[in-house]
Structure formats: structure tokens, C-alpha cells
Nanobody
Framework: VQLQASGGGLVQPGGSLRLSCAASGSIVSINDMGWYRQAPENQRELAAGIGSGGSTNYADSAKGRFTISRDNAKNTVYLQMNSLKVEDTAVYFC????????????????WGQGTQVTVSS
């Protein structure tokens, strides 16, 4: 399974960015998808996640500003980030918990390569 992320970049405080991450490969089904982020000298933290049924969860700092969504037909997850703050600056990693075998009900975690989000004036 490969995850291809896009949409990062440089934006001023208060601006918006939309991240996308498409999963491809021998996928039978995907359970959870989402985004973690890691700022320099910080631990990786969950920014937002979404289940296969659409249930969502967000980091406290992201609530009210970020919106996560997914297109199950395209195996793609999106993260709309509004009212961005300097402290949102980080590398954002997408992930997917995917099943690749029709004979085993096992899900494994897969990660994208990371996309840089920089919020700066």
C-alpha cells in the first residue's frame, strides 16, 4: 500500500491549506485514515482522524479550525485547515489502516512520506 500526500506549503497566519492523501495498491478495505504532524523537537501527534463510517477526532488545538473528510471510493483522505497559526507548522504525515488480504481479517498501518506545512508571515 502506498500513500501519496500533497497540498502542503507556505501560508501566512490566518490562511488556509488543504491536504490530500491517496492510498493505492492491493487494498481490500481501509478502516481509519488521518493525519499526524510533527514539529521540530516535538513528538508526532494526531492532528485529525476519521473512521470508515465517518466518525472523526481532532487534536484539541485543531478543533473548530480543521476539518477531515474522506472519499472511500477513491481511498483518499483530506484535511482542510483554516485559520492557520504559526504553531501549526509541522510535517504532516497521512496514515491508513488497511486490509490487504481477502483471507485474513488483519489491518496494518501505512504511512505517507510527509508534507511540510509552514505558517509564517
Amino acid at each position: 500500500v502506498q500513500l501519496q500526500a500533497s497540498g502542503g506549503g507556505l501560508v501566512q497566519p490566518g490562511g488556509s491549506l488543504r491536504l490530500s492523501c491517496a492510498a493505492s495498491g492491493s487494498i481490500v478495505s481501509i478502516n481509519d485514515m488521518g493525519w499526524y504532524r510533527q514539529a521540530p523537537e516535538n513528538q508526532r501527534e494526531l492532528a485529525a482522524g476519521i473512521g470508515s463510517g465517518g466518525s472523526t477526532n481532532y487534536a484539541d488545538s485543531a478543533k473548530g479550525r480543521f476539518t477531515i473528510s474522506r472519499d472511500n471510493a477513491k481511498n483518499t483522505v483530506y484535511l482542510q485547515m483554516n485559520s492557520l497559526k504559526v504553531e501549526d507548522t509541522a510535517v504532516y504525515f497521512c496514515y491508513a489502516r488497511a486490509r490487504t488480504s481477502r483471507f485474513r481479517a488483519r489491518y496494518d498501518d501505512y504511512w505517507g512520506q510527509g508534507t511540510q506545512v509552514t505558517v509564517s508571515s
